[in-house]
């Protein structure tokens, strides 16, 4: 593998989602091994202190790196932390070989490129059973279980935590300035989330059930789109598939792998003309974690909630990436 080559390879693995857009990774490309390292300088210590959803993110960027090898033509292993005294070196991927491509190594290698986290309501449409079944079947490959959260008292259980880690995280002045540092105004920021991939309004007042992060708490004028006119028919209300991602353990080596697992999953998400946003709140919390897990005697430990639908014709814009000098390296 040449310089050129893992330069493509990266360009894709940071095209993942990560907490907040803080992109905490760095590569090292050496022959035929790239090094994937957690940047522990990207940490969101007040949001995620144990690194866990900074781990996912590093997670879903391996896998991206995995899918892009195999649609270049090479078959990859992957070695999750190698080396117990350097925990920040997550994975060493390693060519063992070339493959053949075929059409369903480029469908996953495209939707790299054409995922975006889509906050915006879904269309009043189903996401087919058998979608959500192969999903499953995705994740189960890395021992990550994937649970729709269905009924309405399962419904009721995950929005009434999802509301109340949001209303602690509003009280809790070190998150909103950590969230205040990671919004970015101008369009052009290379990290960060702008502010126009995010809903102005204020998300409880959305027509859904499923409250989506509010990223910009306080800068807001109040007033409802309804409230505007009251003649207005009353929207549909959305109601998008709602999927919980979890592992057994709850140590690095699990989060590592839900974000691979999770990285596959929304490709395939993607691929299938889906789209998803991470509904997170309410795993940030020690509390509301652990209350989501009794309340739905899950077996293990939650890592991703995450909202699935059709996205309408409004896309919300992609976000930016660093450029990818900036985060990798080539060894000898
Ligand atoms: C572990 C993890 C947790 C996330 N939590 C949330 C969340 O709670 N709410 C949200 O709207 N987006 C969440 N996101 C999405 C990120 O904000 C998003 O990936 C990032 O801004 C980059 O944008 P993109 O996904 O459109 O490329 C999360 C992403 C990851 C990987």
Redesign the pocket.
């Known amino acids: 593998m040449d310089q050129q080559e893992w330069t493509r390879v990266v360009e894709a693995a940071t095209?993942a989602?990560?907490?907040?857009?803080t992109q905490p990774w760095r590569f090292t490309a050496s022959g035929d091994r790239l090094a994937v390292r957690t940047d522990p300088g990207r940490a969101l210590q007040a949001l995620d202190p144990s690194g866990r959803?900074r781990v996912?993110?590093c997670g879903?960027a391996v896998e991206f790196a995995v899918v892009a090898l195999a649609a270049a033509g090479h078959d990859t292993a992957v070695e999750e932390l190698p080396d117990p005294a350097d925990p920040d070196l997550l994975a060493v991927l390693t060519v063992t070989g070339g493959r053949t491509p075929d059409d369903a190594d480029r469908a996953l290698a495209d939707a790299i490129g054409a995922?975006?986290?889509e906050?915006a309501p879904f269309l009043p449409q189903a996401v087919p059973a058998e979608v959500v079944d192969r999903l499953q079947a995705t994740a189960g490959g890395f021992r990550v279980w994937v649970k729709r959260i269905s009924g309405e008292d399962e419904e009721v259980t995950t929005t009434f935590l999802l509301s109340r880690a949001e209303e602690v995280e509003q009280r809790e002045p070190e998150y909103l300035a950590e969230l205040q540092r990671w919004m970015r105004t101008d369009p052009a920021a290379p990290d960060g989330?702008p502010v126009g991939?995010?809903p102005g309004e204020d998300p409880a007042t959305r027509p859904s059930n499923w409250l989506?992060?509010d990223?910009v708490v306080g800068s807001r004028t109040g007033e409802r789109p309804r409230d505007l006119d009251p003649d207005a028919p009353p929207p549909d209300v959305e109601r998008p598939t709602v999927l919980l991602l979890g592992t057994d353990g709850d140590d690095r080596q699990a989060w590592l792998t839900a974000g691979r697992a999770l990285g596959r999953v929304l490709l395939e998400v993607t691929a299938a003309g889906l789209a998803a946003?991470?509904?997170?709140?309410a795993l940030d919390w020690p509390a509301t974690r652990a209350q989501l897990r009794s309340r739905l005697s899950l077996v293990g430990h939650p890592q991703?909630l995450m909202r699935l639908g059709y996205p309408s014709g409004d896309r919300s814009p992609?976000?930016n990436r660093r450029p990818v000098a900036e985060v990798l390296t080539f060894g000898g």
Request: no cysteine.
């Open positions: 095209r989602p990560s907490i907040h857009n959803q996912v993110s879903v995922r975006h986290t906050r989330i991939a995010v989506v992060r990223f946003s991470p509904l997170t709140q991703m992609s976000t």
